[in-house]
């Protein structure tokens, strides 16, 4: 099976500055999607950004980018002018071929006012 | 707006007792999950359905089994639950499209005494 694995438990930021959470996946599939979402406290998931492997293009949403790197299997999130409500935990997520999603283990984002 | 509900938010069970999880959604999704979360593990693959009377064990299976009677609803079970089964267990949804995001429950916070 997939693994995905995100490498910071917790990352930290000053509101209105730029934070990268980084996350690495190991598969052996040419064609996938690659996810990012979002868990503010005591609140339900939902998606933040997703990036088609065939795409070399990085996908943005507004304050939220990727950086994705095929070849590294590598997959950041970039959030620039960080606000309060990004306080969350992030998981970064891998969909492939039979339709099943796999997580990694989450990063526990806070931000500083 | 789209919804998946989960039959119940917190759940309090005795070991050996059966449990029963119950999902619902709405936006007749043939793909349907069963995921838990537990700190620093992130989100783990139980079951998960492509459609009714469909099953395909995902990373952590045993313990568990699910039925999908009908399209919109799926259920986890717990057979003869144990005190390793506490947890948070969330349900979620999505089309049978590729790049389709998952739609997540609230969850249901399992303790199991």
């Known amino acids: 099976a997939q693994t995905v694995t995100q490498s910071q438990p917790e990352m930290s930021v000053q509101e209105a500055e730029t934070v990268t959470l980084s996350c690495t996946y190991d598969t052996s599939e040419s064609d996938y999607y690659l996810f990012w979402y979002k868990q503010p406290p005591s609140r339900q998931m939902i998606l933040v950004i997703r990036q088609e492997a065939y795409k070399q293009q990085n996908a943005t949403e507004n304050r939220f980018s990727v950086n994705f790197q095929k070849a590294a299997k590598s997959f950041s999130l970039k959030i620039s002018d960080s606000q309060l409500g990004d306080a969350a935990m992030y998981f970064c997520a891998y969909r492939g071929h039979n339709n099943d999603m796999r997580f990694g283990a989450g990063t526990r984002l806070t931000v500083k006012p | 707006d789209v919804k998946v509900t989960q039959s119940s938010r917190y759940l309090v069970k005795r070991t050996g007792e059966k449990v029963f999880l119950e999902c619902v959604q709405d936006?007749?999704?043939?793909?349907m999950f069963w995921y838990r979360q537990d700190p620093g593990l992130g989100l783990r693959l139980i079951y998960f359905s492509y459609d009714v009377k469909m099953k395909e064990k995902g990373d952590i299976p045993e313990g568990y089994s699910v039925s999908r009677e009908k399209k919109e609803r799926f259920s986890l079970i717990l057979e003869s639950a144990s005190t390793n089964q506490t947890s948070m267990y969330l349900c979620?949804?999505?089309?049978?499209?590729?790049?389709?995001?998952?739609?997540f429950g609230e969850g249901s916070r399992l303790t199991v005494l």
């Open positions: 979620a949804s999505n089309s049978g499209r590729a790049s389709g995001e998952l739609f």
């Open positions: 936006m007749d999704h043939e793909n």
